[in-house]
């Protein structure tokens, strides 16, 4: 009977934890995007959340380790998708598009764009921002979209090149469209990011993909 009594109270300790650790992130995060990184402090966290600095530091031992939550937060549903997407059978144009669309979706988005221009403007002071930006997001969107082009250089259905190079070329073919929006100057219009995505992956596949006049002669 004792286990029985302890175990939902342990679950009910671990849900409350749990809880608890996503309104910090979410009151960071909030913080992050409006006050930037420097305006943000532990203690203007407390003020908001309540509670005790002890509390809020067991959970996060630094300010770089809760902006390195927030990041993974604001790209959780990103990662996920993208794995989705890169792991499904398809053909590779296919699949291009798909990422080119996503990859759109996501950065053009209103926290996307707020959180890189905190990025950029911050890390000059701050080179933690970057570097913890790029472990945990930029960085794992190169790595993944690596795995899948070597895959497609292995099939022989893109050319025998690094892969990272070939997925840094189309990761800039598609934040070209960011910095557009960072600058105010693009205008979102319907079917813009449908279009953007097929037109990228043309271009890449002009690039990188083997056509059928370069595969060997049947003996």
Known sequence: MVIETMEPAATRRALRKQDRREAIVDAARESFLEQGYAGTSMSGLL????????????????????FAAVIEQVSASFRSDLQ???SSAGRLEAGLVAFCR??????GSPDAIATWRMVVAESGRFPELGRIFY??????????????????????E??????????????????????RLLWGVDIEEPGTIDLQAAR???????????????APPNP
Request: charged share 20%; proline share 2%; hydrophobic share 40%.
């Open 135 to 156: 472990d945990r997001a930029a960085g794992f969107t190169e790595a993944t979209l690596s795995a899948y082009l070597a895959r497609h250089v292995t099939s022989g």
């Open 47 to 66: 003020k908001t959340l309540g509670g005790s600095k002890a509390t809020l530091w067991s959970y996060f031992r630094s300010k770089e380790e809760l």
């Open 158 to 179: 893109l050319r025998p090149e690094d892969p990272r190079i070939m997925a840094q070329v189309l990761i800039s073919l598609c934040t070209g469209r960011q910095n």
């Open 102 to 107: 996503r990859f759109l979706l996501t950065i």
């Open 84 to 86: 989705g997407i890169l």
């Open 200 to 214: 990228f992956a043309d271009i890449f596949l002009r690039a990188y993909g083997v056509a059928s006049t370069d």
